[in-house]
């Protein structure tokens, strides 16, 4: 009987161990650099698990070209954005260097290249100057705020700030309530947007990290109002309707929204498959959704 015991403490203390030793951190980084060698700041590097590619975690490079990321994870992908450059796909690893290369593409389209984005320190905050910078063009709210340092958004509209979580996001000044309110503003309606990665006593004690956008200030006064209809058919046809409406007179501006959609058919799925190449390994990640009939409104 006591040597069965010693066997299963035994037994217990392997597996402990074991255990242990899977969870152990990985200290992932490396360093990101031009096309010339030289290093490169603000360049974002998200780790994306395998098979499903679901965000992990992330940072921003330093000064240096710098990253370090720490996670249980075993094995992952590195995505690293940077505007002006192409996305990479990279197997994560210790002590990489990751060589950008610049999107020529969308530098074609571009007068000048100084209508790069520019990021710097703006009292509590980096601020990322989006207005007359090719970040106008990137769609929605959204689009724009996952090419901008730091931030990463995500499919349902929230936002993160990487190595700090999830944000609060406001907008002129008011708090966010709903992360669909995004995709109703368009890209080249911003400013500037700023990233706080240590929030104040202005915030609660359980604030992560706080993203503000600045809109531009609208011209002209008035009644003005901006309506967006969309459908599509697809075993069923859905519908949604977005309207804006603004008054503004002296310096007194109001805008009112109203939002309204319907999805026609009864269930669907939706599934996705996701191919990368890094390197010469071929890596494919599977996801689905279901959804089910709904009508939805709001203001």
């Not at 030289?38 to 590097?45: L, S």
């Not at 994306?48 to 992908?77: C, H, R, W, Y």
């Not at 601020?127 to 709210?141: Q, S």
């Not at 368009?186 to 004690?205: E, F, K, L």
Request: glycine share 10%.
């Amino acid at each position: 009987m006591i040597r069965i015991l010693l066997r299963l403490a035994a037994l217990m203390a392997a597996m402990m161990m074991t255990t242990v030793a899977f969870a152990e951190p990985q200290d992932w980084g490396g360093r990101v650099i031009d096309e010339k060698g030289e290093p490169m700041p603000f360049v974002n590097v998200v780790l994306l698990s395998l098979p499903d590619s679901a965000f992990v975690q992330g940072a921003t490079t330093d000064e240096q070209g710098m990253f370090k990321i720490v996670t249980d994870v075993n094995q992952g992908l590195f995505k690293v954005t940077c505007m002006g450059y192409q996305t990479l796909y990279v197997n994560a690893g210790q002590n990489l260097t990751i060589q950008m290369k610049e999107d020529t593409q969308l530098l074609g389209e571009v007068v000048v290249k100084g209508q790069l984005p520019q990021t710097h320190a703006k009292g509590d905050a980096m601020r990322t100057t989006v207005a007359g910078t090719i970040l106008e063009k990137a769609g929605t709210v959204s689009d724009a705020l996952s090419k901008i340092p730091s931030l990463e958004a995500e499919r349902d509209g929230a936002v993160k700030v990487l190595g700090r979580g999830d944000a609060e996001v406001y907008i002129n000044g008011r708090r966010v309530q709903d992360n669909s309110e995004l995709s109703r503003l368009r890209s080249d309606q911003i400013q500037h947007v700023d990233v706080v990665q240590n929030p104040g006593a202005r915030y609660a004690a359980s604030t992560k990290a706080v993203v503000r956008i600045t809109l531009k200030k609208a011209q002209g006064e008035g009644f003005s109002f901006q309506d967006n209809l969309e459908g599509i058919y697809q075993y069923g046809h859905t519908l949604t309707n977005n309207l804006d409406v603004n008054y503004r007179t002296g310096g007194f501006d109001i805008t009112a929204s109203l939002w309204a959609g319907r999805y026609g058919h009864a269930k669907s799925l939706q599934e996705n498959t996701l191919t990368y190449y890094a390197g010469p390994d071929k890596i494919e990640g599977v996801s689905s959704k279901e959804s089910l009939k709904s009508i939805w409104k709001g203001w």
